[in-house]
């Protein structure tokens, strides 16, 4: 059985996705969050755990709300644990996500 990803991981991953989809540097978006270049990068790398204000600053700096960097956090982790698994050899699907492509 996998593990479940980290919440940081799955923040991170999206702030960075958000930040090189408008391809703007971490410098940029560090400075319009008025935070510092490395603690961006850390938390773009799931290496800390950012206080709501922080994620709120970063989310505006990125032209999203919390809630929508938050949805779009909730989104990465509904994907991962609705993703097909390997076992012994074969894939397998788990919940109700994997039955409605199986449908499609």
Do not use: F
């Given at each position: 059985?996998?593990?479940?990803?980290?919440?940081?991981?799955?923040?991170?991953?999206?702030?960075?996705?958000?930040?090189?989809?408008?391809?703007?540097?971490?410098?940029?978006?560090?400075?319009?969050?008025?935070?510092?270049?490395?603690y961006l990068?850390?938390?773009?790398?799931?290496?800390?755990?950012?206080?709501?204000?922080?994620?709120?600053?970063?989310?505006?700096?990125?032209?999203?709300?919390?809630?929508?960097?938050?949805?779009?956090?909730?989104q990465e982790?509904?994907?991962?644990?609705?993703?097909?698994?390997?076992?012994?050899?074969?894939?397998?699907?788990?919940?109700?996500?994997d039955a409605?492509?199986?449908?499609?």
């Open positions: 059985m996998r593990r479940e990803p980290l919440w940081r991981n799955l923040v991170g991953d999206v702030l960075r996705r958000e930040r090189l989809a408008q391809e703007r540097t971490l410098k940029d978006v560090a400075d319009a969050a008025r935070i510092s270049m490395p990068s850390e938390l773009e790398r799931g290496r800390k755990e950012a206080s709501s204000e922080v994620l709120a600053a970063a989310a505006q700096a990125l032209g999203l709300g919390l809630g929508d960097l938050l949805s779009l956090a909730q982790l509904t994907r991962y644990t609705h993703a097909p698994v390997r076992a012994r050899g074969r894939v397998s699907g788990r919940g109700v996500g409605l492509c199986l449908v499609a």
